[in-house]
C-alpha cells in the first residue's frame, strides 16, 4: 500500500531493482512478528539485538540477493548470529510458521493492519533500518485509475508496465541462457498452470482485503476476530491438501485444479449474493473457509503441472514460476479489488442520492464525513447509520453493494480458468485392455 500519512519519509524516484520497474517508495516503521506466545511478544518493542533469541524464518531460494539480504540477516548489529528458520514461500505461510512458534520475521508497520492474527504478535522493532517498500508500476497505475484512467499519474505507468513486459518477454527469446525458457508457454497446460497460480493468489489477497474492509466498516468486527475467521476448518483444509495430492497421482492435475478453482467462485458466490450490514458471522466464515480450500487445493494441482515441465537440471528455475505468478497476483489481488470497489461503490451511493433527491454534492460531502469519522478513530468507529440518515443515505447498503458487485465480477476469474483447464489440460490417459 502507498501511504503519505505524517512520519513516514516518502521519496519519488524510479530504480531498477532484479528487473522490476519500481515507483515511489516510502520507508514505514519496522515491526517484528513474533509468536503470540513469545515471552517477547509481551514487550512494547524490541531491539535488533533480540533478532538473536529466535530463529527468522528465511525467504525461498529464487527471490533477488538483496531482498534475501535486507530480510534475512545472518547477524546483529553487535555481530551475534542469528539463527536461522524454516522457509516461508509466500506472506501467508511466513506467517503460519510464526504463529506455530517457529520463529519470527520483520515485516513494515502496516502488515499488522492487512494481516491481523490471533497468532502473531506486532512488535516495533528499534534499532534496524526500515523495511523499504516500494510499488510495481502497474499497481501504481492501477491504483491510480480509482480517480480516472485519463490521469497521466494512471495510464503513464500502466504504458510503462506494458512495454517492459514486451521488452523482457523479448530479451528472454533472444538470450543464450534466459532466466526461464520461453519455449514452455508453448504448452498449454504450463500456461494455464502459471495463470492459475497467479489468480489463486489474487484472489486469496483480494479476498482478504475485501474481508477487512467488509468487516472492520460494516460489522464492526475486531482485527483480531477478523483473524480468527480464518481459523475454523483449517485441519479439513489441511486434509483436504493431502487427498489433492493423491488425486493428482491418480487423475492427473486437471480435476483438481478444475475444482480448486470452482471452489473458490463459490467462495466468491457466497459473499455476493449473502453479503450485508447484519450478515450472519457463520456465513463469512464458511465464504473465507472455501476460498482458503480452493485455493490452496488449485495450488497443489499447480506445483505438479509446473514441474512436469521442467527438463534436466532447470527444475528449480521452472518451479520458481508458481511463486513469481503467485506473488504477482498477490501484488495485484488488493489493487485491483479496491478499484472495483471504489467503482462500484461510488455508483451505489450515486444511484441511492438520486433516488432521495440529492445532489452529487451533498452525497459527496456525507461520504467523505463518514470516511474523515472512520479515519480519526479507526478501532473504534465502523459503519454508523446515524451519521449517514442525516445526509438521507443508507451507505452501510451501499458498502455492502458494491462489495458484492466485486465479489461477483472477480469470481468470474477463477471460473474462465477452471474451462481454460477443462478444455486445455491433458486429461487422464486410460489404460488399454
Do not use: C
Not at 450478515?279 to 514441474?307: C, D, F, H, K, P
Request: glycine letters at 10%; a positive charge; aromatic letters at 8%.
Amino acid at each position: 500500500m502507498f501511504h503519505k500519512s505524517p512520519g513516514k519519509a516518502k521519496i519519488v524516484r524510479r530504480l531498477q531493482e532484479g528487473g522490476r520497474l519500481i515507483a515511489p517508495k516510502t520507508w514505514p516503521t519496522s515491526r517484528r512478528t513474533l509468536p503470540a506466545g513469545h515471552p517477547l511478544a509481551q514487550a512494547e518493542a524490541v531491539t535488533a539485538e533480540h533478532l538473536a533469541e529466535l530463529p527468522l524464518v528465511q525467504l525461498p531460494p529464487a527471490v533477488t540477493k538483496s531482498f534475501r539480504t535486507d530480510r534475512n540477516p545472518t547477524r546483529t548489529p553487535a555481530g551475534m548470529p542469528i539463527p536461522p528458520g524454516p522457509t516461508g514461500g509466500t506472506l501467508n505461510e511466513i506467517l503460519t510458521l510464526v504463529g506455530a512458534g517457529w520463529g519470527a520475521f520483520p515485516l513494515g508497520a502496516q502488515a499488522r493492519r492487512y494481516h491481523p492474527r490471533p497468532d502473531v504478535a506486532y512488535r516495533p522493532l528499534t534499532g534496524a533500518p526500515p523495511v523499504q517498500w516500494g510499488l510495481l508500476t502497474l499497481v501504481h497505475g492501477i491504483a491510480e485509475a480509482e480517480n480516472g484512467i485519463t490521469r497521466l499519474q494512471a495510464w503513464l505507468p500502466l504504458v510503462i508496465s506494458a512495454i517492459a513486459g514486451v521488452l523482457f518477454v523479448l530479451h528472454e527469446r533472444r538470450a543464450t541462457e534466459p532466466v526461464l525458457e520461453p519455449s514452455l508457454f508453448h504448452s498449454s497446460a504450463f500456461t494455464v498452470a502459471a495463470l492459475a497460480s497467479l489468480t489463486l493468489n489474487f484472489i486469496a489477497a483480494g479476498f482478504s482485503f475485501a474481508l477487512g474492509q467488509f468487516g472492520s466498516v460494516v460489522l464492526t468486527l475486531s482485527p483480531r476476530t477478523i483473524g480468527l475467521l480464518y481459523l475454523p476448518g483449517a485441519l479439513l483444509v489441511a486434509g483436504a491438501v493431502v487427498l489433492a495430492g493423491r488425486l493428482i497421482g491418480r487423475y492427473t492435475p486437471r480435476p483438481v485444479l478444475i475444482t480448486g478453482m470452482l471452489v473458490l467462485v463459490a467462495g466468491g458466490l457466497l459473499m455476493a449474493v449473502t453479503a450485508g450490514p447484519t450478515m450472519a458471522l457463520w456465513i463469512l466464515v464458511l465464504a473465507t473457509w472455501l476460498t482458503n480450500l480452493g485455493s490452496l487445493v488449485a495450488s497443489a494441482s499447480v506445483a505438479e503441472t509446473i514441474l512436469s515441465h521442467a527438463p534436466p537440471g532447470r527444475s528449480g528455475a521452472v518451479a520458481s514460476v508458481q511463486p513469481a505468478f503467485g506473488m504477482t497476483g498477490y501484488a495485484l489481488g488488493p489493487a485491483v479489488y479496491l478499484l472495483l470497489f471504489n467503482l462500484f461503490f461510488r455508483r451505489q451511493w450515486l444511484n441511492d442520492a438520486d433516488a432521495r433527491g440529492l445532489s452529487e454534492t451533498q452525497a459527496a460531502q456525507a461520504v467523505d464525513a463518514t470516511r474523515s469519522a472512520m479515519a480519526q478513530s479507526p478501532a473504534t468507529v465502523g459503519y454508523d447509520p446515524n451519521l449517514l440518515r442525516q445526509a438521507g443515505l443508507d451507505l452501510g447498503l451501499d458498502f455492502t453493494d458494491g462489495l458484492r458487485l466485486t465479489m461477483l465480477v472477480t469470481s468470474l476469474l477463477p471460473l474462465a480458468l477452471a474451462v481454460a483447464a477443462y478444455f486445455l489440460m491433458p486429461r487422464r490417459v486410460r489404460p488399454t485392455p
